[in-house]
């Protein structure tokens, strides 16, 4: 058995799947099946390990917020890059670390350190990094680790 996380898109999954590939290390577009008329019908991606499907699928089932992506990151750096490139060229921005890009699919760019300051032994620091996360979109590490080190 395997298990393959799978994104219906309306037409751009070709070009989706290349955003995917070029932006995040180590992934890799593994096969195209394409239509008689030669443009892609179903591309399956390695991104990073992970099994990902993109179908070219037609209008009826567009992509919403309520299936993303996770990324873990290292570093600022790392947030940064990965959020201006999957923001660009029509991506948005969104709350709290999420974004979609140009295609629609959303994300979420996160660094491994904000699970260790939510996950505390001082509800104080918790709520403070919490607190202070609502107010981003693009999360700020050095922002989250003031709030936390600020809080009583």
Request: aromatic share 8%; glycine share 8%; net charge negative.
């Amino acid at each position: 058995m395997s298990i393959n996380t799978f994104f219906w898109y309306d037409s751009d999954a070709e070009a989706a799947a290349e955003l995917y590939a070029r932006v995040l290390p180590n992934s890799r577009i593994v096969d195209i099946t394409r239509q008689g008329d030669g443009s892609a019908f179903i591309v399956t991606l390695d991104l990073d390990g992970q099994a990902v499907t993109l179908m070219n699928g037609g209008p009826d089932h567009p992509l919403t917020d309520a299936a993303s992506l996770q990324v873990i990151v290292d570093d600022q750096a790392e947030v940064d890059r990965l959020w201006d490139e999957l923001t660009a060229n029509g991506g948005k921005p969104g709350p709290c670390g999420w974004l979609t890009d140009p295609y629609g699919l959303s994300w979420q760019i996160v660094p491994k350190r904000l699970p260790e300051l939510l996950n505390g032994d001082n509800p104080a620091k918790t709520i403070a990094v919490g607190t202070k996360l609502r107010t981003m979109s693009k999360l700020d590490i050095d922002a989250l680790e003031a709030a936390y080190n600020e809080a009583g």
